[in-house]
C-alpha cells in the first residue's frame, strides 16, 4: 500500500474513535458481549449458560474482554478500538480489490464512500458482528479473485476467511459449493487440483467446528440456537415473502439500500462493456445474492430496530464494487458536472448517516413504544416486534432516518414536532428528549452538549469537503502534499 493509502485509513481510524459509542448497546450487541464474560465465568470454574451467538463472535468478545478482565480498562472502550480497527482491516482489502479494476483516484472516493457514506459507519463503532462479518467477507473475496484457478494456491487464505466467515454467521456456508463449481469448471482438466480440493476440505472443516459447537450447546448440530429463543422464532422464522423484503430494502426510506449509500445508484447504470469478464462479475453477484436471499426470507430481515439494514451492512462491500464500474466512466468524463453529481451523492449518504452518531438508535425504539403501547395489536403485545415486519406494509412512524434527525433536531428546536404530526399522531410531540451518545475521543465534548458538538460535525464536513474535492477535481497543488507519495503526481 502507498502512502496516501495509509493516510486514509488512518483520517477514517481517527473519525470511527472519535464518534465510538462507549456503552454497551441493546439487541444482539449485549448477547454478543455476555457470551464473552460466560466464557470467562466458565474457565474460572462457574457455571454459564450459552445463547445463540456464533462461536467466532463469543471467541471474538471473549478476546476483546481481555484488557478489561486484568484491569487494564474499566469500561468498554477496547472492543470499540478493536471493532474499529476491524473496520478499517476491511477498507483495507476493499480498497486491495479496487485498485485491481479502477484508478488511484476512484480507489480513494470509494474507500472513503464505505467508510464513510455507508451504515459501516454506525456498526464499526459497536460490537454487533456485522463489521466482523463484513471484514471476513470482503478478505475471502479478495483471495477468490486475486487466485489462479489452476493451482489455487491463494485458495487457502481464501478458504480460511470463508471458514471464518461461516464461524460468525453460519448461512455464508451456501457460498462454498458456488466457489466449488466456479473453480472446478475451470481447473476440471489441470494435474494440480490437489490446492483447490484441499482448500475446500479446509473450510469445511473450520464450519464442522459450528456443528460441534452446536452440539454441545444444544445438543443437537444443526441446531443453531434460534429455535431455544421462543415463540417468536418458531413461528416466523424463515417464512417471510422476500416480495415484502426487497419492497423494503428498495422502495422504503427506513431500510432502503440505496438511500443509506446513494453512490451504490451506480449499479443501475451497469452496461455489460462497462464490466471486467464474467467470471469476476459472477464471484462478486455470489457475494451479494445468496446472503441477501437467505436474509430476506427471515422473519427480521430488516434487522429490527437498529440503524438501516443491519443484516445487509456485510454486502455493501461488494455492492459498492460493482457500482464502481458504473462509477468509473463518469470519473473519467472531461466534464466536470458528472464530478459535481458524485460529490452531491457521497456528501448526502453521509449525512444521511450523521443521525446514527448523534442518537442512539434504541432512543428511536423507546420513542415509538411510548407513543404506541396503548394502541399494540395482539401480536406485538405479545411478541414486541414491529408492525411493518408482519402488516407488509410501509408505517412511517418506523422511519428511522427521519426519526433520528428528528430527536436530533430537538435539542435545537425542542418543540419541533416529529415529520409524521400530520397523519394525527400527537402522541410523539410529548416524547422525552434522549440524551446524545457519548462519544470515545469526543468525551470531553459531549460534556458541552448538543450545540457544541454541531459545530465539530461542522467542521467535520468542512475537512470532508476539500478532501473529497481534491479527489475529484484533482486539485494537484494540495492533493500532491497530502494524498500522494513524495515525488509522485497526481493521477
Not at 484508478?103 to 472513503?112: G, R
Amino acid at each position: 500500500m502507498k502512502k496516501a493509502d495509509w493516510f486514509l485509513l488512518f483520517f477514517l481510524f481517527l473519525i470511527y474513535l472519535f464518534f465510538a459509542r462507549i456503552v454497551i448497546p441493546r439487541g444482539d450487541a449485549a448477547y454478543f458481549y455476555a457470551n464473552g464474560l460466560n466464557l470467562w465465568s466458565l474457565i474460572d470454574g462457574n457455571s454459564a449458560s450459552f445463547n445463540r451467538t456464533p462461536p467466532l463472535v463469543t471467541l471474538w468478545q471473549f478476546i476483546l474482554i481481555i484488557p478489561e478482565r486484568f484491569g487494564l480498562v474499566h469500561d468498554t472502550r477496547t472492543l470499540i478500538l478493536f471493532s474499529a480497527i476491524l473496520g478499517i482491516g476491511m477498507i483495507g482489502f476493499f480498497m486491495a480489490i479496487c485498485r485491481q479494476y479502477f484508478s488511484e483516484q476512484q480507489v480513494k472516493i470509494m474507500a472513503l464512500t464505505l467508510g464513510l457514506a455507508s451504515p459501516l459507519w454506525s456498526y464499526v463503532m459497536d460490537i454487533y458482528s456485522e463489521c466482523l462479518q463484513a471484514f471476513l467477507l470482503t478478505a475471502f473475496l479478495f483471495y477468490w479473485i486475486k487466485t489462479k484457478p489452476i493451482t489455487g494456491k491463494n485458495n487457502y487464505l481464501a478458504a480460511i476467511f470463508l471458514g471464518l466467515l461461516t464461524l460468525s454467521k453460519a448461512y455464508y456456508v451456501l457460498i462454498l459449493p458456488f466457489w466449488i463449481l466456479i473453480d472446478l469448471s475451470i481447473s476440471w482438466k489441470s494435474s494440480k487440483k490437489h490446492h483447490l480440493i484441499f482448500s475446500w476440505v479446509l473450510c469445511c472443516v473450520i464450519f464442522s467446528f459450528y456443528l460441534g459447537y452446536n452440539y454441545y450447546l444444544n445438543g443437537s448440530a444443526i441446531n443453531f440456537g434460534y429455535q431455544n429463543l421462543g415463540t417468536r422464532d418458531q413461528i416466523y422464522g424463515f417464512n417471510m415473502s422476500i416480495i415484502t423484503s426487497f419492497y423494503t430494502f428498495l422502495l422504503t426510506i427506513d431500510k432502503n439500500i440505496f438511500l443509506h449509500c446513494l453512490p451504490i445508484l451506480f449499479l443501475l447504470l451497469l452496461r455489460r462493456s462497462m464490466l471486467p469478464d464474467s467470471l469476476v462479475v459472477f464471484k462478486i453477484l455470489v457475494c451479494i445474492l445468496l446472503p441477501l436471499i437467505v436474509v430476506s426470507k427471515w422473519w427480521a430481515y430488516h434487522g429490527d430496530w437498529q440503524w438501516g439494514p443491519r443484516l445487509l451492512v456485510p454486502l455493501y462491500p461488494s455492492m459498492l464494487l460493482l457500482a464502481g464500474f458504473g462509477m468509473r466512466s463518469w470519473l473519467e468524463s472531461t466534464k466536470a458536472w458528472p464530478r459535481y453529481v458524485l460529490m452531491l451523492l457521497v456528501l448526502l449518504s453521509a449525512w444521511v448517516n450523521l443521525p446514527a452518531m448523534l442518537i442512539s438508535p434504541l432512543s428511536m425504539s423507546e420513542q415509538v413504544w411510548r407513543a404506541t403501547e396503548d394502541n399494540l395489536p395482539l401480536y406485538n403485545q405479545q411478541f414486541q416486534i414491529r408492525d411493518d415486519q408482519l402488516l407488509k406494509r410501509y408505517v412511517p412512524e418506523f422511519n428511522e432516518i427521519s426519526g433520528q434527525t428528528w430527536l436530533a433536531m430537538r435539542y435545537v428546536i425542542p418543540n419541533l414536532p416529529p415529520p409524521w404530526a400530520a397523519l394525527g399522531n400527537t402522541k410523539w410531540t410529548n416524547s422525552n428528549v434522549p440524551a446524545p451518545l457519548e462519544w470515545y475521543l469526543g468525551k470531553q465534548l459531549y460534556k458541552l452538549g448538543i450545540e457544541e458538538k454541531f459545530i465539530v460535525l461542522f467542521y467535520y464536513f468542512m475537512f470532508s469537503i476539500l478532501l473529497i474535492w481534491m479527489l475529484l477535481f484533482r486539485n494537484r497543488d494540495i492533493a500532491r502534499g497530502l494524498l500522494e507519495n513524495s515525488g509522485e503526481h497526481v493521477k
